[in-house]
């Protein structure tokens, strides 16, 4: 039989990938003998873009600006940026950055200025753009104004303290009041005052003396650009009357009606201290608060520390009342000063005490019965507890003078020693109405310095002693 050689499909397969390999090859050492004719392209230096996208105002001083650029490069990628404000800058004027966007705040101290911002994009063959984005920012100064606080007005007399409150406003924003300048009757002569102050209290000392005066205020910001002059009061060539402290008494008048109905009090309380301060030199000044009542109750508190003793008189009061909201607010600052003393006389409404302590205050620890009515004739008697703290001293039996409608009783704290109780028939424990409080802020010594009384006073005089009562009070318990 013949010899046969078949081939198979997979050597074929083979052989045919060793044929073209030698072709490759052979096309690679021929192309090596070649050799390669050009020159290398330069780089491409890369080109910037810049935007401004900003909500608020250019404004001068400080205005809040948030700048944005880009860059792009035709053969390479960036790599970052350099920005500056100066305008002829040298090379240690630039700042690197790889962000895109950033806020600045632009800040003068001087007038009206153009800023210049440059930037740079640098690609990643660290080539700069020859030609900067640039933008100019014209600044324009907004000056600050100022203006009074609602309700501030001054009364139209004062003792000598006088407050003010203002508020300011600035388009380049508030933290650009550098300070205020203030001045007295004429504006020749300008007294500075911090950039974070919104209120002032003046006194003697400053100027608030005896007279007539009128009250300049102006702000100023950082680039030294003044807001217009404002004045208190308000209208034009009118001033406010200031009158000297006149003893060490102060009278203060909280009763809305000078009639028979209500007693006359300011008549009975003036000629009351008419008739005993000068037996012992003093004398008192009278202060009509229904008219005059400042709406700073910093000048108010500042106003009592004028003098050393107070006797305040009220008709009926409620917790939200702003004479009564002043006396929670200056009767403790009042009685902090060493030797001060005062006396306080209120009617409190039906409806009085149902919210907070509004009482804290005071000698009165809460209060107690209601009573539609006390009856003329009525007797208000000593309590055996001033008996005992204050035995030389003897209280005059009171009679109610005029029909009181509508009181109520007190409960003292356990410090206070009641006075006065009233003689309820058929009462085993008849209430309090007057009492006396020990002050607190003492802690060498007990120091009773504040009575208080739930019972208009002055309708007490139905034995026409209660004179006889203020002079052991003004002369003896205080």
Known sequence: MASQFVFSNKNNLTVTCVKVALIFFAFFVLSCKEQINGSINANIPPTTTLFVQSSDTLNFTTSTQTLHWDGSDADGFIQGFFYTFKKNPTEQDWTWTTERSKTFALTINGVDTIYSFSVKAVDNLNAEDPTPATQLFPIINSPPEINWQLDSNIPDTTFTVASFAWTVTDLD??????????????????????????????????????????????????????????????????????????????????????????????????????????????????????????????????????????????????????????????????????????????????????????????????????????????????????????????????????????????????????????????????????????????????????IFAGTPMHFLNGNNNLEELFSIILNDIF
């Open 173 to 450: 924003g508030e933290n650009t009041i550098a300070f205020f300048e203030y001045a007295i009757d004429d504006t020749n002569s300008w007294t500075r005052l911090d950039g974070d102050k919104r209120s002032i209290t003046l006194k003697e000392t400053d100027g608030i003396i005896a007279g007539d005066h009128i009250f300049y205020i102006r702000a100023i910001d950082i680039a030294g650009t003044r807001s217009p002059v404002i004045h208190m009061p308000e209208e034009n060539n009118k001033t406010w009357h200031v009158i000297a402290p006149k003893g060490r008494y102060l009278l203060i008048d909280d009763y809305e009606v000078e009639t028979s109905s209500s007693g006359l009090p300011d008549a009975y309380y003036k000629s009351m201290l008419n008739s005993i301060l000068p037996t012992n030199g003093d004398d008192f000044s009278y202060w009509n608060i229904e008219k005059q009542f400042p709406s700073s109750i910093k000048q108010f508190t500042e106003t009592l520390l004028l003098f050393d003793r107070v006797i305040w008189y009220t008709d009926l009061i409620s917790e939200t009342d702003a004479h009564f909201v002043a006396a929670q607010i200056a009767i403790p600052e009042f009685r902090k000063i060493p030797g001060n003393k005062i006396i306080y006389t209120v009617q409190f409404n039906s409806n009085f005490g149902t919210q907070g302590e509004p009482l804290d205050f005071s000698p009165v620890d809460s209060l107690g019965t209601k009573f539609n009515f006390i009856a003329t004739n009525s007797i208000y008697y000593q309590d055996s507890t001033f008996t005992n703290t204050y035995p030389d001293i003897v209280l005059p039996e009171l009679s109610v003078s005029s029909f009181i409608v509508g009181l109520i009783s007190l409960k003292p704290k356990l410090t206070s020693i009641p006075l006065y109780r009233y003689d309820l028939a058929n009462s085993q424990d008849d209430p309090i109405f007057i009492m006396l409080g020990e002050n607190e802020f003492r802690t060498t010594q007990s120091d009773y310095d504040f």
